[in-house]
């Protein structure tokens, strides 16, 4: 059995090792955010590759998979963009934030068809995540302005 004193014990590294795993995501993403400032898609989407399979927060999960949206759309290959982000929407459902998360991905699929020259569609995306933003209460985040 536990006692008081080792459950707190077990509490405080489970709290601890969250907060760890939470900092890693964030690392990845910072990093994987500068390779994409610096036009190093390709070796974004390794990153991404690499960082999903470890990330157990369903939330960074689809945020790093909107990255690689992101990366793929920049590259061309618009298709496999397509496919990534709506791998991405199906996750969504088991994160907290559900109507940040869904301004992102209707955010990014909006760039997607804007570079695929479907204006229509992008323009419906994009109001359709600014509602989203707004629903969230981020309507002034770095995501919303991009």
């Known amino acids: 059995m536990f006692t ?3 459950m707190k ?11 760890a795993s939470a900092s890693v995501a964030q690392s990845n993403l910072d990093q994987i955010n500068n390779l994409l400032i610096d036009a190093n898609y390709t070796e974004a989407v390794s990153m991404i590759d690499r960082a999903i399979p470890q990330t157990t927060d369903k939330s960074a999960v689809v945020l790093l998979e909107n990255k690689k949206a992101e990366a793929l759309i920049r590259l061309g290959r618009f ?3 397509d496919h990534v982000l709506k791998l991405a929407e199906q996750q969504i459902s088991q994160t907290t934030n559900a109507s940040f998360l869904q301004a992102v991905i209707q955010s990014t699929e909006g760039f997607l068809y804007l570079n695929q020259g479907r204006n229509d569609r992008a323009l419906e995306s994009l109001q359709k995540s600014i509602s989203l933003f707004a629903t969230s209460g981020k309507e002034n985040s770095l995501e919303a302005a991009q």
């Open 4 to 6: 008081d004193s080792s």
């Open 9 to 19: 014990h077990y509490i405080l590294i489970f709290l601890l090792l969250g907060a």
């Open 79 to 81: 298709d496999e963009a």
